[in-house]
């Protein structure tokens, strides 16, 4: 075997292994029961247990990508929102400092809203396509 088993991509177990029944080869986690991706078959050059592995590794370095993409998603868009609700505290503090003269803040309120809202659109759009 040449490579190194990844844990396993669901529960995060460090040790599980490969097995065969028949002629099905897999790895096998026997902390959570996940297994596969199966192996029938192989080429003449190929070794079943080293395919069942790559196959094991691969999926769990993409589960652990998409971990990672849902991490960086959840950081972000909380990073955005504590940036909205900070502009906009800061609209409303200004408004109450300038209590009676309301009538000349509301259209420059409302403008710096919009700005505030279309940045934030942009940040999103920023993230969706890294
Ligand atoms: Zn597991």
Same mark, same amino acid.
């Given at each position: 075997?040449?490579?190194?088993?990844?844990?396993?991509?669901?529960?995060?177990?460090? +040790?599980?292994?490969?097995?065969?029944?028949?002629?099905?080869?897999?790895?096998?986690?026997?902390?959570?029961?996940?297994?596969?991706?199966?192996?029938?078959?192989?080429?003449?050059?190929?070794?079943?247990?080293?395919?069942?592995?790559?196959?094991?590794?691969?999926?769990?370095?993409?589960?652990?990508?998409?971990?990672?993409?849902?991490?960086?998603?959840?950081?972000?868009? +909380?990073?955005?929102?504590?940036?909205?609700?900070?502009?906009?505290?800061?609209?409303?503090?200004?408004?109450?400092?300038?209590?009676?003269?309301?009538?000349?803040?509301?259209?420059?309120?409302?403008?710096?809203?919009?700005?505030?809202?279309?940045?934030?659109?942009?940040?999103?759009?920023?993230?969706?396509?890294?």
């Amino acid at each position: 075997m040449s490579d190194d088993l990844k844990p396993c991509p669901f529960c995060g177990w460090d +040790a599980p292994y490969v097995r065969t029944t028949g002629l099905e080869t897999e790895v096998y986690c026997q902390s959570c029961t996940a297994v596969g991706p199966l192996v029938h078959s192989v080429g003449p050059d190929e070794d079943v247990d080293e395919v069942a592995i790559e196959l094991w590794n691969r999926r769990a370095l993409e589960a652990r990508i998409k971990h990672l993409e849902r991490e960086r998603d959840e950081v972000w868009n +909380a990073a955005v929102e504590a940036a909205a609700a900070a502009v906009r505290q800061a609209l409303v503090d200004a408004a109450h400092s300038h209590r009676g003269q309301e009538g000349k803040l509301t259209s420059a309120f409302f403008k710096a809203e919009d700005y505030a809202s279309n940045a934030i659109l942009a940040l999103r759009k920023g993230a969706d396509h890294d």
